[in-house]
């Protein structure tokens, strides 16, 4: 004769096991788009690349420059609290 037993996880632990999931779930997800993003702009580099040639060191360092001082620019804004809305940044 064979005995059955049945043991049924606590709400608790299952509760847990479902929010963990959740969890995984939006990371897995988050994940995927960041992918899908980061796909879509090479293929845009891909195409402007072709059809442009390829950025040059020059080029690249001229962007480069100029993000930098962007930055630096919006830091001295936040820094001294001027944010004039009618002036490009």
């Avoid at 897995?28 to 891909?46: C, G, M, N, P």
Wanted: proline share 2%; charged share 40%; aromatic share 4%.
């Amino acid at each position: 004769m064979t005995a059955e037993i049945r043991v049924r996880p606590s709400r608790r632990l299952t509760g847990r096991a479902e929010a963990a999931e959740r969890v995984l779930s939006a990371y897995v997800a988050e994940a995927l788009r960041f992918k899908r993003d980061r796909d879509r702009l090479l293929e845009l580099v891909d195409c402007l690349q072709e059809e442009h040639g390829p950025v040059t060191e020059d080029e690249r360092a001229a962007a480069f420059q100029e993000w930098e001082d962007l930055d630096a620019e919006h830091e001295q804004r936040r820094a001294t609290g001027k944010h004039n809305a009618g002036e490009a940044a």
